[in-house]
């Protein structure tokens, strides 16, 4: 941003003021007269005090000390009447005009830039005291009213004037389609094309009214944050991206104070002073990322700090203290229901509240007005590191930049700001392969999954010729289309809930040919197509060059190898909690959402919390195979030594000189018994009657034992079960009995009743400790 | 007490619709289908400034689908959104007296949550439908 334009924009905002403060004075006049009339009457007050209270405001920011200070003045003077400390008589009525007018003179001064000389305020404010003498009326130098460059409208009327526009192009299409069927006079056409021309910019200019930058919104910013910053001693850099994104100009308005309060938050509460960001090691300037950007049928607004974030577990002592929820209920919270405790109305985060952020607006109330206008709010805290908060607007009445795409007959319009860039499949530059049944394309050695439009809509199963490489929040794609036709501007609004459902559009328009249009949800379409992108895959494309031979991961095994596996067969890598997963129905299990996936591991995940999982796909099903680390992605040499025995190692391959076990995709997903070394192996001694296998072997896996049947070589038993009545073999581990009946034989009788479920568990383990 | 309702024809059989649904009766432009959507969703149409999803009535209903050729509609809004809902033809606006359904009437398919009443028209009792229901219920995706 340039000095020259802020400088610009800072006029803007003062017109702004000058149109607003002319047109209340001239509201407020009626009022005026008929306080002067009768001073007494305190109800014509309201009017006049919000006035001068709405000036002083906008003085501070605007850096106008004169009017400041007249204002503040007769601020000070009308509370005192309103609060019955001062009887309003004719001198102070007096006074109190006489600062009115004076404004409204300085007003017509700043517009018209024409100097005013300050002589006669002092007077004008002394006027007020209450031991003041009936002054003389000032002369008033009549001075010239600046032509306004700017007019206020209500927001209806820009409305009426849209659709009206609207209708205009309809019926300039629709004369020429009439026109268009019969021989028409050359000097006609002429006509329609300028009026087409002057058709196409009016409209342009009417959707134009109702837009503004999201700038208009952000210009007051730097100024805040660093007032803000300095009143605290904290010194703070605040970064503004995306001023460029529009939004309905109501929107903005609603839109200011939940934002002003967010930041002020994050400066107060989250950035740190100085000294302690020293002590973290953190840099001495705290940062603030303010940015906007379109995401879809949304326009989305973030706040990010690199503070302290939130602590949650004092939010959630001060809910408990609060009384807002019971304990219990507190204790059963998920992290983000704690965090959300933030919002609950009444609970501030912290325990003194300050002059910056405290003054009884809550994040509650910042949360109700961003939901009033079709918004949502979503958190992001990384305790120590700092907290991000994104405001979901929707994009309702945007107007939106868009590229037109072509597909068999049908047109559709993508965001331009998700297109990345246009490639045409031809020449060596792009490349189209098949990796399994997904399709991929290389552009500049670069590989992104490749969507064809044409394929996924059913209109049009060739080949496509044109891509459109599209950048979306989870990962870049390239969408396959027929042809790029144009560039247009569109005023989308949302689509019928049937039309939404289809998860692949953000909205619909209504384009200058007539014929509505469907705006592509580009997010939507990578979802709907099945891609699935991972930070950890996105993060390994950039160091990835073209690999000749097949592409494997090199990855840390859980157990410390360091192995390898085809490329092709990861669907993605992803870190997943180690609570969800499972030893269950006899095998690892990976819960994802709601779906459950068999998983492999070679080890215990010891302490971890967390451990990342290749996510395997043969195209059809799917499996999960935990690793300690990702760590590149490599080319396999032509030679491997096979492996000895069965098991999920398919050979072994040399790379960089140092032996690297390579994975059997093959044998892992025909079902290879997915064996644990950790867990402890339960003997069972069957008596041939099968009870055992079939009615004790689930249980026990269930509760984490191996059972076998009979000894591997090399393997040894933690425990051993054995039925009452069938001869004990010789076995080296502790041996628990079962009986058949319910009750024990004596004292020391140690057998447990073979469907005492918890007991047998417990024996079970106590066994295993001897 | 009688309200008014538009006597109109859908997949052949006369129906009565509450005019206080009804926004407008036109004939539709083009259709600009809408890839993916559900088979009832016969595509997007602009109806002056405004654009409509228009319902394919026969698919909605369960019944045989609309033919290309109905080009007649009539606008509702449901929701916010507009809707064209495509009919066979229409005859006229009419004051009625609402009856409720005959008890043991057996309506199947989209007759049965649409229907809602019941109006006689010179002893022919005519199917009160209800617009809103004509449009089935979508399940947001994600």
Redesign the interface.
């Known amino acids: 941003m340039t000095g020259l334009e802020r400088g610009a924009r800072m006029d803007d905002l003062l017109q702004e003021f000058i149109a607003e403060t002319r047109e209340t004075l001239e509201a407020i006049s009626g009022e005026i007269v008929a306080w002067e009339a009768a001073p007494a009457d305190s109800g014509r007050l309201d009017a006049i005090f919000r006035f001068v209270h709405t000036v002083k405001g906008s003085c501070g920011f605007l850096d106008l000390p004169r009017l400041a200070r007249l204002s503040h003045a007769a601020e000070d003077v009308l509370a005192a009447v309103r609060d019955g400390k001062r009887t309003p008589d004719t001198a102070l009525v007096n006074a109190v005009l006489g600062i009115v007018d004076r404004i409204g003179e300085i007003v017509e001064a700043i517009d018209s830039g024409s100097p005013l000389d300050d002589s006669g305020e002092d007077l004008l404010i002394a006027a007020l005291a209450p031991d003041a003498q009936p002054r003389a009326q000032a002369p008033t130098t009549p001075h010239s009213r600046a032509a306004s460059r700017s007019v206020r409208l209500n927001v209806d009327l820009l409305d009426h004037m849209m659709?009206g526009?609207?209708?205009m192009?309809?019926a300039r299409n629709e004369l020429a389609r009439r026109l268009r069927d019969c021989d028409v006079d050359p000097k006609v056409e002429a006509a329609l094309e300028r009026l087409s021309l002057t058709v196409a910019d009016m409209r342009d200019t009417v959707t134009r009214t109702r837009m503004q930058k999201v700038d208009a919104l952000f210009s007051a910013l730097p100024r805040m944050v660093r007032d803000t910053s300095a009143e605290l001693g904290k010194s703070v850099d605040l970064e503004i991206e995306g001023a460029d994104v529009e939004l309905d100009r109501e929107m903005i308005e609603l839109m200011r104070d939940p934002l002003v309060h967010i930041i002020r938050n994050s400066i107060d509460h989250g950035i740190e002073g100085p000294a302690e960001r020293r002590a973290l090691g953190k840099p001495k300037n705290g940062r603030l990322v303010v940015s906007a950007r379109q995401s879809g049928n949304q326009i989305l607004i973030e706040v990010a700090d690199d503070g302290k974030g939130i602590d949650v577990a004092r939010i959630v002592a001060k809910a408990a203290e609060k009384g807002l929820h019971s304990v219990t209920e507190l204790a059963a919270m998920s992290d983000a229901a704690k965090l959300d405790l933030i919002f609950a109305p009444g609970l501030s985060s912290r325990d003194a509240v300050t002059a910056i952020s405290g003054r009884g607006v809550g994040m509650d109330v910042v949360r109700a007005n961003i939901e009033q206008i079709g918004g949502r709010i979503v958190l992001t805290n990384d305790p120590g590191r700092g907290l991000r908060i994104v405001i979901h607007v929707p994009l309702t009445l945007s107007i939106l930049s868009t590229i037109i795409v072509g597909v068999g007959t049908?047109r559709f319009a993508l965001p331009r700001q998700a297109i990345e860039e246009i490639v045409m499949v031809r020449g060596d530059a792009v490349r189209i392969d098949t990796i399994g049944d997904a399709a991929a394309v290389t552009v500049r050695g670069r590989r992104m999954p490749l969507v064809s439009l044409g394929q996924?809509?059913?209109?049009n199963d060739d080949a496509p010729p044109t891509l459109v490489i599209v950048s979306t929040r989870e990962g870049d794609y390239a969408l396959g289309v027929d042809t790029v036709l144009d560039t247009e501007e569109l005023v989308v609004?949302p689509?019928?809930?049937?039309?939404?459902?289809?998860?692949?559009?953000a909205g619909?328009?209504?384009p200058d040919n007539?014929?509505?249009?469907?705006l592509l949800d580009a997010s939507g379409i990578a979802?709907?197509a099945g891609l699935r992108f991972t930070p950890v895959v996105a993060a390994s494309t950039e160091v990835e060059e073209v690999v000749p031979g097949v592409p494997a991961l090199l990855f840390d095994d859980l157990d410390g190898c360091r192995r390898a596996i085809a490329l092709a067969v990861i669907d993605r890598v992803e870190p997943v909690a180690v609570d969800a997963i499972r030893w269950s129905g006899g095998a690892m299990r990976l819960s994802i959402g709601d779906a459950i996936i068999p998983l492999h591991a070679v080890a215990a995940f010891g302490t971890r919390t967390e451990v990342a999982v290749l996510r395997l796909t043969d195209g059809e099903s799917e499996m999960a195979y935990a690793i300690a680390e990702a760590i590149e992605i490599v080319a396999l040499p032509a030679e491997m030594a096979p492996a000895r025995g069965a098991g999920p190692i398919a050979g072994v391959v040399s790379i960089a000189g140092e032996q690297i076990e390579l994975i059997d995709p093959h044998a892992l997903f025909a079902g290879q018994p997915v064996t644990l070394a950790s867990l402890p192996v339960c003997l069972l001694q069957v008596d041939g009657s099968g009870w055992m296998e079939t009615f004790l072997k689930p249980a026990l896996e269930a509760s984490g034992y191996r059972c076998v049947t009979a000894l591997a070589a090399g393997e040894t038993a933690a425990v051993a079960l054995a039925m009452e009545d069938t001869p004990l073999r010789e076995t080296l581990a502790p041996v628990v009995t079962l009986r058949r009946t319910r009750t024990a034989e004596g004292e020391d009788d140690a057998s447990i009743y073979r469907y005492d479920r918890p007991a047998l568990i417990a024996a079970l383990a106590a066994r295993r400790a001897m | 007490m009688s309200e008014l309702f538009l006597v109109a024809h859908i997949a052949g059989r006369g129906v009565a619709i509450a005019a206080a649904q009804v926004d407008s009766v036109v004939d539709i432009g083009?259709v600009?289908?809408?890839?993916?959507?559900?088979a009832?969703?016969r595509g997007?149409?602009?109806l002056?400034?405004?654009?409509v999803?228009v319902?394919d009535t026969g698919t909605a209903l369960g019944l045989e689908p609309t033919p290309d050729a109905v080009r007649r509609a009539v606008i509702t809004v449901v929701?916010g959104?507009?809707?064209a809902i495509l009919v066979d033809s229409v005859e006229d606006v009419a004051p009625f007296a609402r009856l409720p359904l005959s008890s043991g009437l057996a309506l199947h398919r989209g007759w049965a949550t649409a229907g809602t009443g019941i109006v006689e028209r010179d002893g022919e009792p005519l199917l009160i439908l209800d617009l809103a229901a004509v449009?089935?219920a979508?399940?947001?995706?994600?």
């Open positions: 659709s526009m609207s209708e192009v309809l049908q996924l809509f059913k209109l609004k689509a019928s809930p049937a039309v939404m459902a289809t998860g692949v559009y619909k328009t209504l007539g014929l509505p249009m469907l979802a709907v | 083009e600009i289908a809408v890839p993916r959507a559900d009832f969703v997007l149409a602009a002056r400034s405004r654009v999803t319902i929701e959104h507009h809707y449009i089935p979508i399940v947001p995706a994600a």
